[in-house]
C-alpha cells in the first residue's frame, strides 16, 4: 500500500475521525487507536500520545464524555477513561461530514483536473 499516514499530518481532521469512531461504540484511549488504524486499512500509524491530548480537549469542549470504567474483571493492570459521544459530538460529526464531502468534492475538482 502507500506510505504510512503519521498523527501529525492527521491535524485538523483527527477530532473528525474520533466522533466517527466513537459513534459507533464507547471506547478506551487504546481502543480508539486500535480501531482508528484498522479503518485505515494499514495506512494510519497512530500512538496513544497523539490521542490522549485530544480526547481531553475534545471533552473539554463537550464534544465527548468520558467515565472512568473501574471494573477489571476481563484484564488485569489500571483503570481506564471510556469516552462516548456526546449529542453535542453528535451534531458536530453531522457538520463535519458535510464539510468534508464537500472538501472531497473541491479538491477532486482541482487536483483531479487535467488541463
Known sequence: MSDMIQGN????????????????NPAHGFDVVKRLEERGEGVLQLREGT????LYRMEAAGLIR???DDSKADRPGPRRKVY???????RQLAKERQLW???????GNIVGAHA
Open 9 to 24: 499530518r492527521l491535524r485538523g481532521h483527527l477530532e473528525s475521525m474520533i466522533l466517527a469512531i466513537l459513534e459507533q
Open 66 to 68: 468520558a467515565k472512568w
Open 84 to 90: 462516548s459521544l456526546s449529542r453535542k459530538g453528535h
Open 51 to 54: 490521542i490522549y491530548p485530544v
Open 101 to 107: 464531502d464537500q472538501f472531497v468534492q473541491v479538491v
